[in-house]
C-alpha cells in the first residue's frame, strides 16, 4: 500500500514523500521472478546480489539523496519520472518501480544493461555502483537453494 503525504519543512517547501510498507522479498523469490521474464540464467546470480546491495530486497525502497527506486535502486536521473507519469529512459514512473511486483523493475533493469553495455560499459552490471565492489566475482550463494 503506497500513502502520499505531503509535507512543508521549516523552510515553507513542499515536499512529497511515499510512506510505504516495506515488502521485503526473499533471494529466491528474486530469483524466480527474474526467471520468469527470461532473464539468461547465468546473469539470474548477479541481478540477486545486486538487488541484496542496492536494497536488502525491499520492493519499496527510495534513497531520498540521490532519488533511486525500488528494489534494484533504478535512478530517476535518467531511467524514470519522478511521481506517477511514464517517462526518461525506461518510460515509466518512479512510483511504478515500488510495486511489490517487480516485473515493471526488471524490464528496467534489462534496458538499463543493454544500454550500458551499447555504450561500451561491460558487462551492464556497470550501471550499477554496488556491482564491482560487492557482485563482481561468485554470486553462487545468491540462488543456492532456489
Ligand atoms: C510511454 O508509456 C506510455 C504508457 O505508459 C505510452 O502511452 C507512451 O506511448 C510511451 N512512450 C514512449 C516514447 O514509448
Ligand atoms: C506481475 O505483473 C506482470 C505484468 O503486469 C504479470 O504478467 C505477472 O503475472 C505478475 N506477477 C505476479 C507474481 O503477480
Given amino acids: 500500500m503506497l500513502l502520499n503525504l505531503i509535507l512543508v ?3 515553507g517547501i513542499v515536499l512529497i514523500s511515499t510512506l ?3 515488502k521485503i522479498m526473499t533471494k529466491c ?3 524466480k521472478a527474474l526467471r ?34 525500488g528494489i534494484f535502486q533504478i535512478s530517476s536521473l535518467y531511467w524514470c519520472q519522478s511521481g ?13 518501480l515500488l510495486h511489490d511486483n ?3 523493475d526488471i524490464d528496467c533493469i534489462r534496458k538499463v544493461y543493454a544500454e550500458t553495455e551499447a555504450i561500451g560499459q561491460r558487462p551492464g552490471f556497470k550501471a550499477w555502483t554496488t556491482w564491482k565492489p560487492h557482485c563482481s566475482g561468485d ?8
Wanted: proline residues 4%.
Fill in 102 to 104: 517487480i516485473s515493471t
Fill in 29 to 31: 523469490e528474486v530469483a
Fill in 36 to 69: 520468469q521474464k527470461g532473464v539468461p540464467e547465468k546473469e539470474v546470480p548477479t541481478w540477486v546480489c545486486i538487488a541484496n546491495a542496492e536494497s536488502r530486497f525491499d520492493t519499496h525502497a527510495v534513497n531520498r539523496k540521490t532519488w533511486d527506486y
Fill in 20 to 22: 510505504s510498507e516495506s
Fill in 9 to 11: 519543512n521549516v523552510f
Fill in 84 to 96: 506517477d507519469k511514464p517517462g526518461k529512459g525506461c518510460n515509466l514512473s518512479c512510483n511504478s
Fill in 139 to 146: 554470486n553462487r550463494q545468491w540462488v543456492q537453494g532456489c
